[in-house]
């Protein structure tokens, strides 16, 4: 321990040197930069580094260590030992004294067992509390010696209290395999609660940045997550790993073209997330393509130019048949048009620059072909066209009952609406697209949301998180094939994760019983953890039950989530009080359920599965049959 203490102290004032080097490029950075733009582009490189460097100064800088052996097995690494953290730090010669842990050596870390040690001949994982080194264990894989691990099991079990945290020093192998997966690649990961899945996704997120650091600087990465309450729970996690340039949204905050002002329907909305809308919504737009009223005639001073009306009709199915976005389709007409004037120029022995093709393009016999035969148009002229009059774009595609049921006089917009306006957006023009995306209760997804992030990673990767299982949305998926092609990546690699890690046995047990009533084909999950407690009690009046549940997990450590639907105030702020609706996503050390009767199958099961030491289940109805106790 004492030479262990001694490295760590090393340690520190490598980090605290590295710090005090950024700052000092920072506060030099504009004094070297050639001129304004690069001066602001490496202040902000600068300033970024110095940040990443400055988050948490006296916490773990490691996790763990491995010491190769020098058998052919250990390769380039013979006789080494690294230490393995979150971020890489170098002493003052540049050494490395901390690898980080997205660093291809690192894997070993992960992978090494006592049946392939991969070269290593000890592991050892170092313990925690507030920044203090309080032990290590040691695992000899040269000679076979490996086990369950002590520190592994306190970090997964430690009390969930404020944000998500990160899992680098708790990734299992098979968890290792999707973060390393290539940015190239898609992959769907199915989840059962507590499995890891989202810290999969946004771990593989960081390792993708370190990986391919330039491309996806310029390119962008984007987290989607299901409402807000679930992004600020996972909001510290990438910082924590050093990656502040991420996008986090949730689907509405990245399709918000107009303010949300009214509600659909039940039924207008299911019609407008259907996948068929996006015929209907081309056919409305495509409608207002029109016909020549005949030839272009352009006069220039003493020249005229004409185009027949022939030949316009044919420029037109050209492009039209080139399938190109309507905004660019129309752009390419004006140009095409321009094209054949210009050549009639040059017939005459006129020699037509840059200017006249600007003027050309911009004159008004030209503005007013397009505007008759591919007009320019803006989202909401087409939803709202359609939405007041449906019949003419969607006979033959939706039914007349259906089409009633979207059918609407008002100006304002409902949430769906969003959703048709990107899918008009996006075939009018290519929205700003992603290289990588990682989409979270995807299961949850409409066809049509669906649509709008495949537009943004046509020529990205995603990363699809999700639980068949707990689908609550009206369109819930309920295979991951037909979501992969509604997503776009109909060849993403789907693998499913079934080991429980954060969830209880006691709770998994009364969860795995409700899969049967939930008509999805998911595998059960498999408890790695035993212990936990699930505790029912009826009682007529619910309000005090749940108060005096609640006062009970308060003399627990932890975060403690009440979910119901009735009003409830508590006045500790380790208490959130939320409908079950709302907690898909987030976990907390102790769940007091409040009448389970009133909930779905799928969202029963959502409620059940967000314990992750207690469950207390207060009712005064009878319990579903599902998870009644056995006789």
């Not at 669906?450 to 609550?472: E, F, I, M, P, Y």
């Not at 403690?560 to 898909?584: C, I, N, Q, Y």
């Amino acid at each position: 321990m004492e030479e262990e203490r001694a490295y760590l102290g090393a340690a520190r004032a490598a980090l605290a040197r590295m710090l005090d080097l950024a700052r000092h490029r920072v506060a030099t950075g504009e004094q070297v930069a050639g001129d304004r733009y690069t001066a602001e582009t490496l202040g902000r490189m600068l300033r970024g580094h110095a940040k990443e460097l400055a988050e948490e100064p006296d916490g773990p800088l490691y996790f763990g260590r491995l010491r190769f052996g020098d058998g052919a097995t250990a390769g380039d690494h013979g006789g080494q030992t690294y230490y393995i953290g979150r971020r890489h730090i170098a002493d003052e010669a540049g050494e490395p004294m901390v690898i980080d842990w997205r660093a291809p050596v690192s894997r070993t870390f992960y992978r090494a067992s006592a049946r392939d040690p991969m070269g290593v001949a000890v592991r050892r994982r170092y313990g925690w509390r507030e920044g203090i080194l309080t032990g290590f264990e040691d695992e000899r894989l040269s000679q076979g010696q490996e086990g369950t691990s002590r520190i592994v099991a306190e970090e997964i079990e430690r009390p969930r209290v404020g944000p998500m945290r990160d899992i680098v020093a708790t990734i299992q192998p098979e968890q290792d395999d999707l973060v390393r997966a290539g940015l190239d690649g898609s992959v769907c990961v199915q989840g059962a609660p507590g499995t890891g899945k989202t810290a999969v996704g946004l771990h593989r997120a960081a390792y993708l940045l370190y990986t391919n650091r330039r491309r996806l600087k310029r390119e962008g990465v984007l987290v989607i997550g299901p409402n807000p309450a679930f992004l600020r729970y996972i909001s510290a996690v990438l910082p924590a790993l050093g990656e502040v340039d991420v996008a986090q949204r949730t689907l509405d905050q990245l399709l918000a073209r107009r303010p949300v002002s009214t509600t659909d329907t039940d039924a207008a909305a299911i019609v407008k997330h259907d996948a068929r809308m996006a015929a209907v919504l081309a056919r409305a737009l495509y409608a207002r393509l029109g016909e020549p009223a005949g030839p272009l005639t352009v006069a220039e001073d003493s020249a005229r130019w004409r185009v027949s009306e022939h030949a316009l009709g044919r420029l037109i199915d050209e492009v039209w048949q080139e399938s190109l976005p309507y905004g660019i389709g129309r752009e390419r007409l004006r140009s095409r048009v321009v094209g054949l004037l210009r050549r009639q120029a040059e017939a005459r022995g006129y020699a037509p620059g840059a200017a006249w093709v600007q003027r050309m393009g911009r004159s008004r016999p030209v503005r007013d072909l397009l505007d008759r035969v591919w007009p320019a148009v803006r989202p909401q002229e087409v939803v709202s066209a359609l939405l007041r009059d449906p019949s003419e774009a969607a006979d033959g595609i939706l039914t007349p009952a259906e089409q009633e049921a979207i059918t609407r006089r008002t100006t304002r917009w409902s949430a769906a609406d969003l959703v048709l306006l990107d899918e008009v957006a996006g075939l009018i023009n290519h929205p700003e697209t992603y290289g990588h995306i990682i989409v979270d209760e995807a299961q949850d997804l409409s066809p049509m949301e669906c649509r709008a992030l495949a537009r943004r990673s046509v020529h990205g990767s995603l990363t699809v998180l999700g639980d068949l299982a707990q689908g609550t949305a009206p369109w819930a998926a309920t295979n991951w094939s037909q979501q992969l092609t509604h997503l776009g990546k109909p060849d993403a690699r789907l693998v499913a994760l079934t080991a429980g890690f954060r969830v209880p046995g006691a709770v998994l047990a009364l969860a795995n019983r409700l899969l049967a009533t939930l008509d999805v084909d998911v595998p059960p999950t498999r408890a790695v953890r035993g212990e936990g407690s699930v505790r029912v009690r009826r009682s007529d009046d619910l309000p005090a039950a749940t108060a005096a549940a609640v006062r009970e997990a308060l003399a627990y450590e932890g975060s403690v989530g009440v979910l119901t639907r009735e009003p409830f105030v508590s006045d500790s702020d380790r208490v959130t009080v939320l409908p079950p609706a709302m907690a898909k996503g987030l976990e907390f050390d102790h769940v007091v359920l409040v009448e389970p009767a009133d909930l779905v199958p799928r969202l029963l099961y959502v409620a059940l599965t967000r314990a992750v030491s207690r469950l207390d289940i207060v009712h005064r109805r009878p319990l579903p049959p599902a998870i009644h106790p056995a006789p």
